[in-house]
């Protein structure tokens, strides 16, 4: 089985979110589409990242003061790891595991 298998069958909507946007409305954008992570693009949806849960919990940890304010671009990962829709769901698994993703 291949990741367009999957893709097939689960669809291929992705939930963006812009830089500039507050955590505050990541933390919406979660709730709203009941997901535990965003892409994160720039103003012409050029993928600049990642923000996930985890990262936002850590950010209030870490940001309680400023968590009103404090922007995706500040908690993003900027080293994303991508697959392809040819990639083997094999391949894909050891590479989240070993990733811890």
Known sequence: ????????????????????????????????????SLLVVDKDSKILGIIGARDVLMAVKNHLDEIKTLTVEKIMTTNLIVGTLDDKIDYILSVMTENRI
């Open 1 to 36: 089985m291949k990741v367009k298998d999957i893709l097939a069958v689960k669809g291929s909507r992705v939930v963006t979110v812009e830089k500039d946007s507050s955590v505050l409305d990541a933390m919406s954008i979660f709730s709203a589409n009941r997901i535990g």
